[in-house]
């Protein structure tokens, strides 16, 4: 069975809720979107017959970043509120109380890269794309959960390139790189971060979930309060 949420549509078989992400275009990060991913995540943690997350992109494209329509409006409240937005979901997908698998079809800049972080496996496609945190190339300063969730997650070898020097990679240097655990044929891509998650969905429930709150809550509890504060100072009459 498909159901439609603006430009979502999800799928669920053999424990496996998958989620596609597709606007036809860049994939780009909306307040709608990113609501509608967050939907979708809740419904495999409360559907005890869904026991993993697919989350994947249209051909050629993960995700290429936040709406540029919002970044580059000068509303200094739509930005905040659109990358706080994008970072509750980075770190909802990070602490996800089942296993996320990222199914990476092409593209992931900026935020696209930043949801690869927040995903337990990612899976992309062999194939010449550009996958990376650009922000500094754009003159852009990333916010304080985005440099906890990379530090967390990308190789130590490659941070200073990643990050700073705003480096970005294909598809097998992602994997090198950190923000992505493999790669295969593009073609396949889709069936083998399906078939991932299936094995995936085996894991005990309670016990996948009760590691994950362990593992990772300092990291979590950390991004919390890093967008908290970003909320919070353009709210402050100093800020």
Same mark, same amino acid.
């Given at each position: 069975? =498909?159901?439609?949420?603006?430009?979502?549509?999800?799928? =669920?078989?053999?424990? !496996?809720? !998958?989620?596609?992400?597709?606007?036809?275009?860049? +994939?780009?990060?909306?307040t709608a979107t990113i609501a509608a991913v967050q939907a979708a995540v809740a419904q495999a943690e409360a559907d005890p017959a869904i026991a993993a997350l697919v989350l994947h992109g249209r051909p050629g494209r993960f995700c290429a970043g936040f709406d540029l329509g919002v970044m580059? =409006? &000068?509303d200094a409240a739509a930005i905040v509120g659109? /990358?706080?937005?994008?970072?509750?979901? /980075?770190?909802?997908?990070?602490?996800?109380g089942v296993p996320v698998v990222a199914a990476c079809t092409g593209h992931a800049l900026a935020?696209?890269?930043?949801?690869? *972080?927040?995903?337990? *496996?990612?899976?992309?496609?062999?194939?010449?794309?550009?996958? &990376? *945190? +650009?922000?500094?190339?754009?003159?852009? !300063?990333?916010?304080?959960?985005?440099?906890?969730?990379?530090?967390?997650r990308l190789s130590r070898r490659h941070l200073q390139q990643? !990050?700073?020097?705003?480096? /970005?990679?294909?598809g097998k240097g992602a994997v090198d790189a950190g923000y992505l655990d493999v790669v295969v044929p593009e073609a396949e891509v889709l069936a083998a971060a399906v078939a991932r998650a299936a094995e995936l969905a085996a894991l005990d429930a309670r016990a996948y979930a009760g590691t994950v709150r362990a593992l990772r809550s300092a990291v979590l509890d950390h991004m919390g309060v890093q967008l908290a504060e970003d909320r919070r100072a353009l709210n402050s009459p100093l800020g």
């Open positions: 069975m =498909s159901v439609t949420q603006e430009i979502i549509t999800t799928e =669920s078989g053999a424990g !496996v809720l !998958v989620v596609h992400l597709d606007d036809g275009k860049a +994939n780009a990060l909306s580059r =409006s &000068g659109l /990358v706080s937005d994008g970072g509750d979901l /980075v770190r909802r997908l990070y602490g996800c935020a696209g890269a930043l949801l690869l *972080l927040g995903c337990d *496996l990612r899976i992309g496609a062999d194939m010449d794309c550009k996958i &990376g *945190l +650009n922000e500094v190339a754009i003159g852009m !300063v990333l916010p304080g959960w985005a440099i906890t969730i990379a530090q967390e990643a !990050v700073p020097l705003a480096q /970005v990679y294909d």
